[in-house]
């Protein structure tokens, strides 16, 4: 490194290891030893923090990574010199897309393209950050030739080769190529006489031929006769013969008997039958079989997508199982003289639950796969039946589509959930004393000030408070049925208004300042009570929103019948998006409301599920709740500093408290009770302040005492 003062100044060294290019914050380094090339993260200090070598079938994923960036989105982008192309892992190191070319130097702007440049031309691609191309940028004045631009590649899949748009003669090149590979693949094929390569195809009997067998082929007698073409074109103008007449091509169809005819039968066998054009039962048939083949082609892209996700997570399953060792370890040593037994015993319980699962996924893996190599093989047939007329041949082919079943049913597995808590059945009630932190619920909560927050009641639903959050010197903000937000202390006295420009549904506080949502907008209240426009959501409607202890914001989006959660940085970066299971359904329905626990577990109402759900800070479900028993509407969340998750309960007018596992551990009802709570936010020091949406009153409730 280069000191301040101009200084070369060692901040590690990579051992056996050549070190190549780097990149930001951490320190990712290309490395090379011999022939094993790999990316590795390094702290200031030289400590490593990850290693990038493999992909998940276990194959070297570099042969020569030369320069290195890292994108917004955490994605790793490589250069790889024997390759020739861009390789892109995402921060967990999973492969994720290449591009290729005779790359060199690669960046990546503030909003995620990836811009190359490498090779001799004259020009600089732009990608997205998912590696599709955008675009060629050549900027006025052009590019002087430099040993830092690139071949621009892109993937013709009629020839199955990388081809360099930009030089016409490498397109000719390559084209004799293609034309190359096809003889070669044609003389592969044999003589069905004498072994010879092939040259000629007869029709009517189905054989082989290379160019002396054409003439003794003609001189065996066949009652079908002959119909010699060049092999190439065997397949082009496939006729039918008739079953009567076999040296006469069919003509017509037989309506009657339902069977292709030549011109013999129709004036003599099928008089006085019902006819039809041939070419009219053609354009029947091939538009069944089309219409079958756009039914099965039509489910590839969602056997694609399952595949892609069992294939990720057959990537990501060895990390995660170790991540649920790593839970139950830490639970462990908490009683290890008391329960060293059951650790070791979960432990082999998850081994045996992984190898399981693994199985159930490679064979699903595997049934995809040759899923979609029969759907394939079903379209290459279809093809080639376009150039045919082979009536049989299509009659044939049909119930072979009709057979063909869409995708119904994916095996369901769940990965283990709340395995390390299995261990707390032996010590439930002592584990229950340390989460109290020396307190406990009280018996009778007691309600300690009541805030009459003054907002309207909505002309149709009475609706009047709807959410509050509270700042770092305990006063509350709260929103309800007015364009405005309402600051005040815990007395109940009003200390501040904000104008806005729509109801106050959603609130959080972000670096001390009051955020909330509006249409397909997140906005924030600046020190000089301006508002400010934070992000855009794009097509997404966005409800609940949070801030994390990470400085994040976690927001709850909604867009025709799809919903998710999605982690957002300041700016608007899309962090992490979480909308499936790992069974690839929809984890939401309607998300509404959202909180982040102190574990890192995000925490959602759906009020369409009318359900408490709740996953991971991966996005790996843990959890739902829906209610102990009667009646049961999940409006709004909370959680306090030990990890108690309070959910306001709008029509059992009570809130519930759960555990951070989600078990049930009593109601909060306080002295004098309340009614339709909706808005609730923790307090500290044991309490918390819970709104009446139809009084529009807020109250304060001690709920833990010493």
């Known amino acids: 490194m280069i000191s301040d003062t101009d200084t070369v100044v060692t901040m590690f060294t990579t051992g056996d290891w050549k070190p190549y290019g780097t990149a930001s914050g951490d320190l990712l380094v290309c490395l090379r030893k011999g022939d094993q ?51 892109a892992v995402d921060r967990l190191g999973i492969f994720l897309y290449s591009y290729s070319g005779k790359i060199k130097k690669i960046a990546t702007d503030s909003v995620g393209h990836v811009i190359i440049a490498g090779g001799s031309c004259k020009k600089i691609y732009l990608l997205d950050k998912k590696g599709r191309f955008l675009r060629i940028i050549i900027p006025k004045g052009g590019i002087k030739k430099t040993s830092q631009c690139l071949y621009p590649w892109s993937r013709d899949p009629s020839i199955g080769l990388g081809v360099m748009i930009s030089d016409l003669d490498r397109i000719k090149q390559q084209g004799a190529q293609v034309m190359e590979s096809r003889n070669e693949a044609q003389h592969s094929v044999e003589c069905d006489l004498c072994q010879q390569p092939v040259s000629f195809f007869c029709r009517r009997c189905g054989v082989n031929l290379c160019d002396p067998c054409v003439t003794i082929h003609l001189r ?75 039914r099965l082609q039509s489910s590839k892209h969602e056997l694609e997508r399952i595949l ?41 319980e998850l081994d045996d639950m992984q190898k399981e699962h693994e199985t159930v996924l490679q064979k699903q893996k595997k049934e995809f796969e040759e899923m979609i190599e029969k759907v394939d093989e079903m379209n290459g047939k279809t093809i080639k039946l376009q150039k045919s007329k082979n009536v049989k041949k299509m009659q044939t082919f049909v119930p072979v589509f009709q057979n063909r079943k869409n995708l119904n049913e994916v095996s369901q597995y769940s990965f283990p959930k709340l395995y390390e808590y299995k261990i707390d059945e032996y010590l439930e009630n002592k584990l229950k004393e340390n989460d109290l932190s020396g307190r406990r619920i009280s018996e009778i909560p007691k309600v300690t000030s009541v805030i009459d927050t003054g907002f309207p009641a ?143 577990d995000i925490i959602v109402t759906d009020w369409e ?93 001690k709920y833990l005492e010493e």
């Open 37 to 87: 090339p790999k990316v590795v993260r390094y702290s200031s200090t030289g400590t490593v923090l990850q290693e990038i070598q493999y992909d998940s079938c276990c194959k070297p994923l570099y042969k020569k990574p030369i320069y290195i960036t890292e994108n917004v989105n955490g994605d790793i982008i490589v250069t790889d010199l024997l390759r020739k192309s861009v390789i």
């Open 308 to 348: 892609d996700h069992t294939t990720k997570l057959l990537s990501s399953i060895s990390s995660i199982y170790t991540l649920r060792k790593d839970e139950v370890t830490a639970r462990g040593e908490e009683w290890i003289k008391q329960i060293e037994k059951t650790v070791k015993k979960l432990h082999q």
């Open 220 to 294: 065996v007698k066949s009652k079908n006769g002959h119909d010699i073409v060049d092999y190439t074109s065997k397949d082009d103008y496939d006729t039918c013969h008739c079953d009567s007449h076999p040296q006469n091509d069919c003509s017509a169809y037989c309506k009657t008997c339902d069977a292709p005819i030549c011109i013999l039968c129709v004036s003599i066998k099928h008089k006085s039958h019902e006819m039809s054009e041939l070419s009219d039962k053609i354009e029947e048939l091939l538009n069944i079989i089309a219409k079958e083949n756009d």
């Open 458 to 600: 909505d002309e149709e639903d009475d609706d009047r408070l709807f959410d509050m959050a509270v700042t770092d010197d305990n006063k509350v903000w709260m929103g309800g049925k007015s364009t405005e937000l309402k600051l005040f202390d815990l007395q109940g006295n009003l200390h501040h208004i904000v104008s806005i420009t729509c109801v106050g549904m959603y609130l959080c506080m972000y670096n001390k300042q009051v955020v909330y949502t509006t249409e397909k907008t997140v906005r924030m209240i600046s020190d000089t009570d301006t508002v400010v426009t934070m992000f855009t959501t794009g097509d997404w409607e966005p409800y609940g929103v949070t801030s994390t202890a990470s400085c994040d914001l976690l927001a709850c989006l909604l867009k025709d019948d799809q919903s998710k959660v999605v982690r957002y940085s300041s700016t608007g970066t899309v962090l992490q998006e979480i909308q499936y299971d790992s069974q690839c359904q929809p984890l939401y329905k309607n998300a509404t409301y959202i909180t982040e626990n102190v574990n890192g």
């Open 609 to 701: 599920k009318n359900a408490v759900i709740v996953v991971d800070r991966l996005g790996i479900f843990r959890y739902s709740y829906s209610g102990k028993d009667g009646e049961f509407f999940a409006c709004s969340i909370a959680t306090d500093s030990v990890g108690h998750v309070v959910v306001t309960d709008f029509c059992g007018n009570k809130i519930h408290m759960l555990d951070k596992a989600g078990r049930f551990l009593r109601y909060i009802i306080p002295e004098g009770g309340i009614e339709y709570p909706r808005g609730v936010c923790i307090l500290g020091h044991g309490e918390m302040m819970v709104g009446e949406v139809l009084t529009g009153i807020a109250k304060r409730i």
